[in-house]
């Protein structure tokens, strides 16, 4: 069992940073950790996955280059960078566990935090 806790969204202008935080109870060193999104209207989507070591990575296309995901096992959690924000960015930004190795899938992750605001002015 993994519990989630997301912080550090807000309000940024374009073109700045953000580092997204999720704490996590439980035996958290032994599960991939993933970040998702949901836009208004729009279904969440798939951003990164880190494997349980933080040996491996995988981003999807619309934010590689862009996002870094990392993870500190010692203090059970995992973090999003995020640069070069977008207005297209602007979601709800979602961290979640699963016990694959680096899952891409939303299906894949069992357990999700509750979600934190980010949005991006133009």
């Known amino acids: 069992q993994v519990q989630l806790l997301e912080s550090g969204g807000g309000l940024v202008q374009a073109g700045g940073s953000l580092r997204l935080s999720c704490a996590a109870s439980?035996?958290?060193?032994?599960?991939?950790m993933g970040w998702f999104r949901q836009a208004a209207g729009k279904e969440r989507e798939f951003l990164a996955t880190?494997?349980?070591?933080?040996?491996?990575?995988d981003y999807a296309d619309s934010v590689k280059g862009r996002f870094t995901i990392s993870r500190d096992n010692a203090k059970n959690t995992v973090y999003l960078q995020m640069n070069s924000l977008k207005p297209e960015d602007t979601a709800v930004y979602y961290c979640?566990?699963?016990?694959?190795?680096?899952?891409?899938?939303?299906?894949?992750?069992?357990?999700w935090g509750q979600g934190t605001q980010v949005t991006v002015s133009s």
């Open positions: 439980g035996r958290f060193s032994s599960y991939a």
């Open positions: 979640a566990a699963s016990p694959k190795l680096i899952p891409t899938q939303r299906l894949s992750y069992g357990y």
């Open positions: 880190i494997s349980w070591s933080g040996g491996s990575t």
